[in-house]
């Protein structure tokens, strides 16, 4: 799933290595400041192990432990991580008008998706911007299960209360339940043999983007979906509240799991050529324009009954005036709000994230060209401290994903 974005306060454990993403001053970083900040179930545990903890979207998080960022990201490319996600917004929406409910707030195409399968999808407004981004699951308990971003927590819940309530003053049966469970996130290689050893159901059978409730070592009651923020195989737990210390507890007994930050978070997140809600996407820019126009449901194009659908239908067949793009570059880091100049330098777009891939080791970044420039292998600059950067358009992602579907 696609977050809110992190700041500078992170140095990373190698020469001439940076923040991993958004700028500090940016709206969406993160500071060490505590005040009035909000906490997970698992906030004692994080300082308990380590955790170094900072502000990030009104909440306390740790951004890392006691391994470097680098070593954090490199493991869990390699073996496998524990990242504590319970600062998202967890809705379930019930009655029996709850896929029209939802279809009426974003592009997909939820009413064809089987029990307990997901979907990555988009709120998006009139114009044709993207409010947020989340998953859908169709659970098998005839609710909906949406995970969408911290960041945006209180703008998605007033879209959906008020939506809500205009279908129930028109005779609609549709409701919203705000869960309090936590949402722990198991990422890497290893994910499936850890989780394997603490549940009876077969994960052989729980391909990318499904679920299912179960019990994980002893805790009851937990929606296990697979899917993450980090390109590799993994899971998103949401379990009780009261039981999340347990059951990371119970995790890191296996000595491959490592806890992990919103360091590491964002630069897997980067190689795996995933959006940043409020660096990457925001409601300035549309499904088209951010290279996104998969979540667009082939029925919802034809019935263009979506918010923004002329708009972004129109772009799709005008072409938009600017694409996201990958880039790659050597030398210096490149970073968030940098310029993109053409090789005649001309500006032609910014630079929305950037930092050094610990597994490419060169630069990757995402940002925003002219779509005349968008073409992959188009050379073209970044301008870093009022040098120009040599950079190429490069396919996304820049790191292979390891998705796990069923053969």
Known sequence: MLRAGVGAAVRLAAPGWGSPGAAARGK?????????????????????????????AGWSLPVQYTHSHLESHLHTRQHCSLFDVSHMLQTKVFGRDRIKFIESL???????????????SLFTNERGGIMDDLIVTSTSDQHLYVVSNAGC?????????????EMKAAGCDVDLEVSDN???????????RVLQAGVSDSLAKLPFMTSAVMSVFGVPGCRVTRCGYTGEDGVEISVPASRAVELAELLLKDSTVWLAGLAARDS??????????????DESTTPVEASL?????????????????????????????????????SGPPIRQHMPILSPEGKAIGEVTSGCPSPCLQKNIAMGYVESDYSKLS??????????????????MPFVATNYYTVK
Request: include cysteine; charge should be positive; aromatic fraction near 6%.
């Open 268 to 281: 897997l997140r980067l190689e795996a050529g995933l959006c940043l809600y409020g660096n990457d996407i």
């Open 153 to 165: 927590r209180d703008k998605d819940f007033a879209l959906m209360k008020n939506k809500v309530k």
């Open 182 to 192: 936590a949402l722990l996130a198991l990422q890497g290689p290893a994910m499936a």
């Open 28 to 56: 969406r970083g993160y500071a060490s400041g505590q005040e009035s900040l909000k906490q997970t179930s698992l906030y004692d545990f994080h300082r308990h192990h380590g955790g170094k903890m900072v502000a990030f």
């Open 293 to 329: 126009i998969w979540t667009l449901g082939k029925r919802r194009r034809a019935a263009m009954d979506f918010p923004g659908a002329s708009i972004i239908l129109a772009q799709i067949k005008e072409k938009p005036k600017r694409k996201r793009v990958g880039l790659t570059s």
């Open 378 to 395: 188009t050379a073209l600059t970044v301008e870093v401290r009022k040098k120009s950067c040599p950079a190429l358009v490069t396919k």
């Open 106 to 120: 974003v592009v997909g195409d939820i009413a064809e998706l089987k029990p307990n399968q997901g979907t990555l």
